[in-house]
């Protein structure tokens, strides 16, 4: 080989093994999850993490999505489980059945990505994983910027490391992206060299997709100047979060927002996404709009992304939408010893013989004189969207929050804080994750 080339290659190696290292646990003996497709991407960084978790001594599972969208899809997650296994890989099948949507192709790509993200999420974490390797590159990178500014594409920033996209599903699982930095080319010199093939989707050149269009549109530019980079955009962080956060709700100092001089559209996005129990991320002109209100002096309220915000001349409250549809009752059994989550806000823990969990709406009139006195020590504003226990013969009452004296086989944990701080970048190792 070119001795150019080599080291060009060597560099490959060592800026993934930094990053690798860098976000690993050097201790964890958890298994490593790695997004495997069978393309060259993630087939470059199922080696190279491989090649880390050698030296670690960590197992490293290749999840392999078939996503039903080729012909030939179910015989390459067939071929993706055989090549895992040979490299030194425990590979894992998964198939999506669920959800896919009829109709036209031009919602297909966000639904097929937001089930891939669903299914390798659960699959990860159920096998001990906290962290969940993609093999997104540079022209990825390239791609959704162009996806962004051309064609008004949704899609988010790529960045080298961040918490799963989907909500509950990825709760407490991070996404590392080591050879985000490289380009494909790159890439592929290295499976070259160690004399490996990949597979090529045809998807890749189908002018019906986005992504194909990026590609096709890119392959004569220069690019660079198209790349909002991978250093971490600003966010900001408040001071005080305010004292309902076991109950879902945050409340904070409007004069310390109208302050913030960067970040503050970065952290309110994220703040709706926590309070609301969403995953959907509102549009940025949106949002814009919502800090163009913050920074002023008037109050108002407005409702985005699935919750309510509340400003006052002083204070700014971040509610879940009390009038939101769609939320689904939780099942409750003796048996229920693995924590859930609930509305996306509270891990709900216990059993009942027979039971589940409801929104508190409509229902605080049946509640015990007891928690109606609870009831009332808390403000208004959050009181709707509280958890109810519902149990089979028709009585109801609070679950126990945090911060009370335990007294109920129902407990509700709010994992708004936690969600938030994943969010806005304030976990930054899988050491953190605990």
Not at 248 to 259: C, F, P
Not at 352 to 370: E, F, M, S, V, Y
Request: charged letters at 25%.
């Amino acid at each position: 080989m070119h001795l150019g080339r080599s080291h060009a290659l060597g560099t490959l190696q060592a800026e993934a093994e930094r990053l690798l290292a860098q976000h690993l646990d050097g201790d964890a003996r958890t298994p490593v999850a790695v997004a495997f497709s069978g393309g060259s991407d993630s087939l470059a960084t199922l080696v190279l993490t491989l090649d880390l978790a050698a030296k670690r001594g960590r197992k490293v599972l290749a999840l392999t999505l078939d996503h039903g969208l080729q012909a030939a899809s179910h015989g390459w997650a067939q071929h993706c489980a055989t090549r895992a296994a040979s490299l030194g890989a425990e590979p894992v099948s998964l198939v999506w059945e669920r959800d896919r949507p009829s109709g036209d192709a031009s919602g297909l790509p966000a639904a097929a990505r937001s089930a891939r993200h669903r299914l390798l999420a659960t699959a990860a974490k159920a096998r001990g994983a906290k962290v969940l390797i993609f093999g997104h590159t540079q022209d990825d990178r390239y791609e959704s910027d162009w996806m962004r500014r051309t064609e008004g594409s949704t899609l988010g920033q790529l960045k080298i490391w961040g918490p799963s996209p989907v909500w509950p599903e990825g709760r407490g699982l991070f996404l590392l992206r080591p050879v985000l930095t490289q380009s494909r080319e790159e890439l592929r010199a290295l499976l070259t060299e160690r004399g490996l093939d990949w597979i090529e989707d045809p998807a890749n050149q189908d002018p019906r997709f986005g992504r194909a269009r990026a590609r096709m549109a890119l392959s004569d530019l220069k690019v660079a100047a198209l790349s909002e980079g991978t250093d971490p955009e600003p966010i900001y962080w408040p001071k005080d979060l305010g004292p309902w956060t076991a109950y879902g709700a945050l409340v904070l100092d409007r004069t310390a927002l109208q302050l913030a001089s960067e970040g503050l559209e970065s952290f309110m996005g994220r703040a709706l996404l926590s309070v609301s129990g969403h995953d959907a991320a509102p549009r940025y002109g949106a949002l814009q709009r919502l800090t163009t209100a913050l920074r002023a002096e008037s109050p108002f309220s407005a409702t985005l992304s699935g919750a309510q915000v509340r400003a006052s001349a002083d204070q700014v409250w971040i509610v879940r939408e009390a009038g939101r549809r769609g939320i689904e009752p939780l099942d409750l059994t003796p048996k229920d010893l693995a924590s859930r989550v609930w509305d996306g806000r509270f891990q709900i823990d216990g059993g009942l013989d027979c039971g589940q969990i409801k929104t508190l709406r409509g229902n605080a009139k049946r509640l015990g004189p007891l928690d109606r006195r609870r009831l009332a020590h808390l403000p208004a504003p959050l009181r709707p969207t509280l958890p109810l226990v519902a149990q089979s013969d028709g009585r109801v009452h609070l679950p126990t929050f945090t911060g009370e004296a335990p007294s109920l086989n129902i407990a509700a944990q709010s994992v708004i804080l936690q969600r938030l701080e994943a969010a806005c970048g304030r976990i930054i190792s899988e050491r953190a994750l605990g």
